[in-house]
């Protein structure tokens, strides 16, 4: 029979502890792991003062190019083990470029049929006029899914190493923002002004690049980091309250969120449609038409996204610690 | 004739962006105090640039690519002077024996 026990209790088994710890109500390293300040050293006016003696004499002593022979001597050995080293760096990659195979030979290893086949049916495969996206984002899909996911774990890196959680007081985000930015130029005029010119044509430009990844070069990771440079430039010149209105860890959380699982949920389904020889059913349209290229605007929307969050995200986070 | 005049002109103005870059560089690795290397910075980024996509846009004729030159330019003449601002800026109020490099009214400087 099981009888009810107090809360008290019940917090302190090991059950209670584990489900507290779920909810989030207790955290049971809080206040046990962290290294307590110890007492601070009692200043010495005669001590700090035999230490400054001692810090010069050392100084003094440790520098004194003319009478000091093992420096002089360190000096000369460390000049030439430099040279020796740059030279024989030199000698060595050119006796590897010697090695290499002539430029444009028909019989390198690169010109195999791999690079054959993706000049010559890539267009008709992926229906993007620019190769290097069709490749990217059709041939070796997975692979770029990687990388989109890696910008994400490292933003999860920042954040776990980077977090500042408090709200208000001494040692709040907001604090510690202003106390490091104490000597920045706030709220310039000039920066302003020129930010308020150049921001909107940016991120129009970013936005460029993205959707036409598939017509002309560029694409989602470049595209992606124009829009984060405009949405950095504009945090610089008008500070997180601006930003903080359309951008925060909310918006970074949904738009990475929702990108990652479209990305996957879609590249799922045209990878089981080709390994089964299914038809996919999504139209390739004609070459050189903005819609067209099946899945490639999308994931390249969807790439565009991650970089731009990402690129702002790792610069909230450095410089405030959450946004 | 016309030709020759586009040639010669373009192609003076590509060598005055050179040496310009050239004069950059030497006076970066030169100077050793902050303000003197960003104006020689600033300048390679205003002067040398817009000397040198100026010679290109004459080289290149009318066509589309000319007016890319031309966007390219107003985008970096309208950022690097910005950021050399901010960079001085940034040094007025963090260095303290300022005096000692340049001279100015010191009842207008706000600490």
Redesign the interface.
Known sequence: MSRPIPEEEYGKRAGGAFKLWMRGIRDPYLGNVEVAPGAGAEEDEKRLKEYEAEKDQIIRKVYDIEHNRRYRLFRKFYRAAALVCCLTLIVMLLITVAYLPPVGSADNPAHNEVAAKYIEDGMQDTGAVNIVTGMILDYRAFDTFGESNVLFIATCTVLILMRNDKKKGKGSAEEEEKRDSHYEPKSDKILQTMAMVLVPFIILFGVYVILNGHLSPGGGFSGGAIIGAGLILYLNAFGFEKTERFFTAKTYKWISFSALSFYCIAKSYSFYTGAHHLESGIPLGTPGDILSSGLILPLNICVGLVVACTMYAFFALFRKGGF | MFEWIRFVLGTGLLCIGAVTFLLEIFGVFKFKYVLNRMHVAAMGDTLGIGASLAGLMILFGFRFVTLKLALVLV?LW??SP?SS??IS??EY??DEDLEKFCEMKLQNKER
């Open positions: 985008f309208c950022a910005v601002h901010l800026r940034l109020t963090v």
